[in-house]
């Protein structure tokens, strides 16, 4: 999706909060799935938003701390060695995410 309405939409009414704690909690509690229904559509979400919404509001996931979030799932589905599919997933959009962090460091 590239629609801002709806990106910002996401962010304001903190489905993107809701989204990231879902993720968060199963690479805590050790219970990160690549297969589990939350799991990857946590991921497809996060992804999604670093690769398809505007600079405005890619800026606001990564300021939530979406590009770390993912590179924790990224390491556990890695250690776990299940996941390739999601993994791919996961660097495709922190490779767009770091484009937009490099060009604001400069």
């Known amino acids: 999706v590239n629609d801002k309405k709806i990106h910002t939409q996401v962010i304001e009414s903190g489905f993107a909060d809701c989204v990231m704690e879902v993720l968060r909690a199963h690479i805590q509690g050790g219970t990160l799935n690549a297969l589990g229904v939350y799991e990857k559509e946590?991921?497809?979400?996060?992804?999604?938003?670093?690769?398809?919404?505007?600079?405005?509001?890619?800026?606001?996931?990564?300021?939530?701390g979406a590009i770390d979030l993912l590179a924790s799932a990224l390491d556990f589905l890695c250690k776990q060695g299940s996941g390739s599919?999601?993994?791919?997933?996961?660097?495709?959009?922190?490779?767009?995410?770091?484009?937009?962090v490099k060009a604001k460091v400069g």
């Open 85 to 100: 599919e999601m993994a791919m997933t996961i660097l495709s959009s922190l490779r767009t995410a770091w484009g937009d």
């Open 42 to 64: 946590a991921i497809y979400c996060i992804s999604n938003a670093l690769e398809s919404a505007e600079q405005e509001n890619r800026s606001k996931w990564i300021e939530r």
